[in-house]
């Protein structure tokens, strides 16, 4: 069961919401994470991006995706409480198909982990 104060906050935000004017508290944190895990995202879908999405549909979908980022941080950070693991469990159960494969790591990741470890070794040999 949620708490009064849970339940209040909800109602806020509700109404701020509705105003068009609701204010999160982001971490530093959060912001920043959520740039580098965009950064990512954007890394590996280049490729995608190139063959199938202009520039200037490329530019409504990168604000989407870091939103969106920054909102599950968010959401993943708060989890500790009730409502906010309510939440996090209601996105999971909407949004998440059994047919979604498991993540693995990206070849992009993957190929700049050898490059360091290239260099690594040069370094080290020097």
């Known amino acids: 069961m949620a708490t009064e104060k849970e339940i209040k906050l909800v109602k806020e935000n509700f109404l701020a919401l509705k105003k068009g004017n609701l204010k999160y508290k982001l971490t530093k944190k959060q912001i920043k994470n959520a740039k580098i895990i965009s950064c990512?995202?954007?890394?590996?879908?280049?490729?995608?991006?190139?063959?199938?999405?202009?520039d200037s549909q490329m530019g409504v979908l990168n604000p989407l995706i870091r939103n969106a980022v920054v909102s599950a941080l968010y959401m993943i950070d708060n989890?500790?409480?009730?409502?906010?693991?309510?939440?996090v469990n209601s996105q999971m159960?909407?949004?998440?198909?059994?047919?979604?494969?498991?993540?693995?790591?990206?070849?992009?990741?993957?190929?700049?982990?050898e490059i360091m470890e290239l260099i690594e070794d040069i370094n080290n040999k020097k």
Not at 40 to 54: A, V
């Open 79 to 87: 989890s500790d409480t009730q409502l906010g693991s309510l939440c």
């Open 40 to 54: 990512f995202i954007r890394g590996d879908i280049e490729d995608f991006h190139c063959e199938h999405l202009s």
């Open 93 to 113: 159960f909407l949004n998440m198909s059994e047919k979604w494969e498991e993540p693995e790591m990206s070849d992009s990741f993957i190929a700049g982990e």
